[in-house]
T-cell receptor
Framework: AQKITQTQPGMFVQEKEAVTLDCTYD???????LFWYKQPSSGEMIFLIY??????QNATEGRYSLNFQKARKSANLVISASQLGDSAMYFC???????????FGKGTMLLVSP | DARVTQTPRHKVTEMGQEVTMRCQPI?????VFWYRQTMMQGLELLAY????????DSGMPKDRFSAEMPDATLATLKIQPSEPRDSAVYFC?????????????FGQGTRLTVV
């Protein structure tokens, strides 16, 4: 069975600093993908970044990068130069193989202070 | 920008009434999901369609919930009869699975309150 673990219920960071949100996963399938979503207080789920298991390089999207360590089964989200608008809940999710659904972690609440 | 559209955004209904939530997936996406989000349970998968065919609805209470994709531009989730414990935010997501590209985008959700 697939499992996603986010061990940090909450994180605090000061504006302009970098922050890392942890995500570990468990699957025996060699083909999988990892997603990160942001959910601000407005409630929408915003797609941030995707990493496939066969991708040679770590994914980056603007200020977001994914620290993908396959051997450790971790896919941590790094947000550089935090902004006040980054305050939100962040979810890590995984899909396995070609016909699977998205399995979500429980999320990490990030608060960015001035 | 292509986006997943869900209607209605908010719904308040009385217990026992039928509720229908609609979703327009992104054109060209081959996968549609319905998720329910509550504080206690987090994000729970209710139903999953691939190329309009239902692949997994094991997370859905079959006696009252039903999910369909009558065509590629519309997915529906119905609750009949609704109960207070169904109060939650219901998300539709559409995705492109396999091939050269993988992506999955969520709609803005339907906030359902059953009184």
């Amino acid at each position: 069975a697939q499992k996603i673990t986010q061990t940090q219920p909450g994180m605090f960071v000061q504006e302009k600093e970098a922050v890392t949100l942890d995500c570990t996963y468990d699957t025996s399938d060699p083909s999988y993908g990892l997603f990160w979503y942001k959910q601000p207080s407005s409630g929408e789920m915003i797609f941030l970044i995707y990493q496939g298991s066969y991708d040679q390089q770590n994914a980056t999207e603007g200020r977001y990068s994914l620290n993908f360590q396959k051997a450790r089964k971790s896919a941590n989200l790094v947000i550089s130069a935090s902004q006040l608008g980054d305050s939100a809940m962040y979810f890590c999710a995984m899909r396995v193989g070609g016909y699977s659904t998205l399995t979500f972690g429980k999320g990490t609440m990030l608060l960015v202070s001035p | 920008d292509a986006r997943v559209t869900q209607t209605p955004r908010h719904k308040v209904t009385e217990m026992g009434q039928e509720v229908t939530m609609r979703c327009q997936p992104i054109l060209g996406h081959n996968t549609v999901f319905w998720y329910r989000q509550t504080m206690m349970q987090g994000l729970e998968l209710l139903a999953y369609f691939r190329n309009r065919a239902p692949l997994d609805d094991s997370g859905m209470p079959k006696d009252r919930f039903s999910a369909e994709m009558p065509d590629a531009t519309l997915a529906t989730l119905k609750i009949q009869p609704s109960e207070p414990r169904d109060s939650a935010v219901y998300f539709c997501a559409s995705g492109l699975w396999g091939g050269e590209k993988t992506e999955a985008f969520f709609g803005q959700g339907t906030r359902l309150t059953v009184v």
